[in-house]
C-alpha cells in the first residue's frame, strides 16, 4: 500500500553440436531504443543527459519552445556536475534551463514561496505560475504571476489573487484556469476553482461547489469546451458519481458533464487523491495514490475526451505522481513496487521501487486478477497497456521528509524531464532535475549492466566430450534484446540473443560437444547491448568427462558344489526377486538314465547393456517472485 501523499547470431560450429534453452518467461515484448519488433514503440535513451541542478525539490515543470521553466521549493541552483554548495547562484523557487544543453538561464524572478504549477498562454508569449508565494522580488503576487518569455520580465498588467495556494493551471484562448485550496479568488468567493482572462486578470464565470480537500490537478480537452479537475475533494456540485475525486466541467460555466471514468475510479478524503492530470488530442491521463478508506487506485489510467470512457488502467501498485505522453508512449514517476497484474515486475523482499515507468499509449491487454493481497481493489478484466523498457534509476530524497524522488515528469517529442528531490540518476550525483532524450540525440552509452564475477557461467560436463554452460540473462536499463557469445579458451564459439530486463533475468543454457576428455576448458560469456555497448563476464574453467570404458559380461561360472551332480539340469533364479512374493519351491533333481548322454549344461545368454542415451535436455525454470 502506498504512504499517504502530503505533497503532490547464430554461429554454426561445426565441431560443436548445440542444445540451448532459454526461458523468456511470460507477457508481452518489452520496448526500448532499439524494440525486437517494429510494433513496439521506441522508448527515450537511459542516458542521463547533463542538467542543472537545485538544493530542494521540484514539484512542476514546462516546456516553452526551447526554454524548461522549473517551479518548486529550493533556494539555489548549480550546473550540472558540480557537488551540492559549489557554483551556486541564487534561484529562489521558480528557474529556466535550456532544453537541448541542460544550462541554466538568466531568469530569476526570486519568488518567496513555493511554486507549485506553471502553464503558458496558447501563443508561448507569457508563463504563468501559481503557487504558496505572496512575493515575486519586491512586487506583491497574492499565489498567481505571470512573466513575458521574451524578457522575463513579471507581467504588470496581471494581478489576480487567491487566499490559499494554487496547485494547478491551465490555458486556452484567453482564459486561464487554477485549482487549488483556495475559497476567494479575487476578492470574491470561489472553492477552489477559479478562472481568470489572460491579460486583465478579470475573474472569469467558471466555478463550482468543492467543499472540501484541494484541486491538484486540471485539465482542458482540445477544444476548450471541458476542464477536467481532480484532487482530493469528496463532491463536485453536490454529486460523488463522478465528483469524488475528479469531475468534468463545463469551461465557460464549472457545470458538471459526464465523466464515466469517475464512476469507477474514486480516490478522495484523507487516504487518497488524484495527483496529476495532463491530456493530449486522443485522452486524459491521470494518476493517484490510494492509503487507506476512502481511495482505492494506484497507478495511471487513461480515459477518451468522449464521455471519459476508460482506455486503460495500470494498477501497479505504489502511488504514481505525474504521467506525460510522449506519441505512443506514456511516462509516469511513482514509487511502484508491483506491476504483476499487467505483466510486470513482482513484489521483492526487501520490497523494491521503479520510480520512472513507460507505458504504450494504446491498450494490450486486460489486468489479471490482482494477487498482491491487502486491500487492493481488483481492476480485473479491465484493459491495460504494456509495460515498456525504460529504467533509470533514480534514487529518493530527502528534502520533504517523504522518501521520495522523481515528482514531476513531462516531456515532448524528443525530451523526456523529471523533477523532484532525488540525488542521484544512474548512480551519478544529479540533484533535482535530469533530461532523457530519443536515441537520435542521445549518447546511447547505457549497456549492459552485469560484469565480473557478478557475470560468470556455471560450467558442468555431463557426458564424455560435453560442457554444459549456464548464465542468468544481463539486463540494460533500455534494451531488452541483448546478444551473447561464449568464449572458449578466449574464442568465440557460439552466438545467440535473448530478452531481458532488470526484474526478469532468465537463464540461458548451451552445451558444447567434441571436447577432449580430461582436457580443461575456460569459458567466459559476452553481452551486447544494440548499439555495441558491450560488457565480458568472468572466466570459470571446467574438466571435460573422459569415455567410460565397458567391462565385457563374464560367462557363468560352472557349478563345483560337491553336494550337486554336475550333469544335472538347472533351473536359473529368477533376474529380480521380489522380497514380498511367495517363496518358490527348490526343484528336486531328476535322474538321468544312464543309457542316454548328460545334457550339456546351457550357459545363460550373454547380455549387455548399452549406454544411457545423454539426451541432455534441461528444463530451465522462469525466476519467480511472490506476488502479493
Not at 480515459?303 to 476508460?310: D, E, K, P, Q
Amino acid at each position: 500500500m502506498a504512504r499517504p501523499w502530503r505533497s503532490p547470431a547464430i554461429a554454426t560450429i561445426a565441431t560443436a553440436a548445440l542444445l540451448a534453452t532459454i526461458f523468456f518467461g511470460t507477457g508481452t515484448a518489452q520496448a526500448d531504443t532499439a524494440p525486437p519488433s517494429a510494433s513496439i514503440p521506441r522508448t527515450v535513451a537511459a542516458d542521463a543527459l547533463p542538467t542543472a541542478q537545485i538544493n530542494g525539490v521540484v514539484w512542476t515543470q514546462l516546456i516553452v519552445g526551447n526554454t524548461v521553466y522549473v517551479g518548486g521549493e529550493f533556494t539555489r541552483a548549480r550546473p550540472a556536475g558540480a557537488s551540492a554548495g559549489t557554483s551556486e547562484v541564487s534561484r529562489n523557487n521558480l528557474l529556466a534551463y535550456d532544453l537541448s544543453t541542460g544550462v541554466m538561464t538568466s531568469f530569476n524572478p526570486s519568488v518567496n514561496g513555493a511554486v507549485r504549477a506553471i502553464t503558458a498562454a496558447p501563443d508561448g508569449s507569457r508563463v504563468y505560475i501559481g503557487g504558496a508565494f505572496t512575493k515575486v522580488g519586491a512586487e506583491t503576487r497574492t499565489r498567481l504571476a505571470a512573466f513575458s518569455t521574451a524578457t522575463g520580465a513579471l507581467a504588470n498588467d496581471w494581478k489576480p489573487t487567491a487566499n490559499g495556494t494554487v496547485r494547478a493551471l491551465g490555458a486556452n484562448g484567453s482564459t486561464i484556469y487554477a485549482g487549488g485550496s483556495f475559497t476567494t479568488a479575487n476578492g470574491q468567493s470561489r472553492q477552489r476553482i477559479a478562472s481568470f482572462t489572460g491579460f486583465t486578470a478579470t475573474l472569469g464565470a467558471w466555478k463550482g461547489t468543492v467543499p472540501d480537500g484541494a484541486v491538484n490537478a486540471l485539465t482542458i480537452s482540445p477544444n476548450g469546451d471541458r476542464v477536467v479537475i481532480g484532487g482530493s475533494f469528496t463532491s463536485y456540485n453536490g454529486a460523488t458519481a463522478p465528483g469524488y475525486g475528479m469531475a468534468a466541467t463545463i469551461s465557460s460555466t464549472g457545470a458538471a458533464t459526464s465523466w464515466n471514468i469517475g464512476k469507477l475510479i474514486k480516490n478522495a478524503g484523507v487516504n487518497g487523491s488524484i495527483l496529476s492530470l495532463t491530456s493530449d488530442s486522443g485522452g486524459v491521463y491521470g494518476t493517484g495514490y490510494d492509503y487507506g478508506a476512502g481511495a482505492m487506485f494506484e497507478g495511471t489510467f487513461r480515459a477518451s475526451w468522449s464521455s471519459g470512457n476508460i482506455i486503460w488502467i495500470e494498477d501497479c501498485h505504489g502511488d504514481t505522481y505525474s504521467a506525460a505522453a510522449a506519441g505512443d508512449v506514456v511516462y509516469t514517476t511513482a514509487h511502484a513496487h508491483f506491476c504483476g497484474n499487467i505483466g510486470g515486475f513482482p513484489e521483492t523482499s526487501p520490497r523494491s521501487y521503479h520510480r520512472t515507468l513507460a507505458f504504450t499509449a494504446n491498450a494490450t491487454g486486460t489486468i489479471t486478477r490482482n494477487s498482491a493481497g491487502g486491500s487492493y481493489f481488483n481492476f480485473e478484466g479491465r484493459p491495460r497497456p504494456s509495460l515498456l523498457t525504460f529504467y533509470p534509476d533514480i534514487n529518493a530524497g530527502s528534502f520533504t521528509g517523504q522518501n521520495q524522488g522523481p515528482w514531476n515528469v513531462t516531456a515532448n517529442s524528443q525530451y523526456v524531464l523529471y523533477g523532484g528531490e532525488f540525488t542521484l540518476v544512474n548512480n551519478k550525483k544529479q540533484q533535482g532535475l535530469v533530461r532523457f532524450a530519443v536515441s537520435a540525440i542521445a549518447p546511447d552509452k547505457e549497456g549492459p549492466r552485469v560484469s565480473g564475477a557478478s557475470f560468470t557461467p556455471a560450467l558442468t560436463s555431463p557426458s564424455a566430450g560435453t560442457v554444459r554452460v549456464s548464465w542468468t540473462s544481463n539486463y540494460d536499463r533500455d534494451n531488452e534484446l541483448l546478444s551473447y557469445e561464449v568464449l572458449r579458451n578466449g574464442v568465440v564459439v557460439r552466438t545467440q540473443t535473448g530478452l531481458s530486463s532488470d526484474w526478469s533475468r532468465p537463464t540461458i543454457t548451451w552445451t558444447d560437444t567434441g571436447r577432449t576428455g580430461g582436457t580443461t576448458y575456460s569459458y567466459q560469456i559476452r553481452v551486447t547491448d544494440p548499439f555495441g555497448n558491450t560488457v565480458t563476464g568472468a572466466a570459470a574453467s571446467v574438466k571435460a568427462a573422459g569415455a567410460v570404458a565397458l567391462t565385457e559380461t563374464p560367462s557363468p561360472t560352472p557349478v563345483t558344489d560337491k553336494e550337486i551332480a554336475a550333469d544335472l539340469n538347472l533351473v536359473p533364479a529368477p533376474e529380480v526377486v521380489d522380497p514380498k512374493a511367495v517363496p518358490v519351491p527348490v526343484p528336486v533333481p531328476v535322474p538321468v538314465p544312464e543309457a542316454e548322454p548328460a545334457p550339456k549344461v546351457v550357459p545363460d545368454k550373454q547380455i549387455v547393456l548399452e549406454p544411457d542415451l545423454d539426451l541432455d535436455l534441461e528444463v530451465v525454470q522462469a525466476p519467480k517472485g511472490r506476488q502479493g
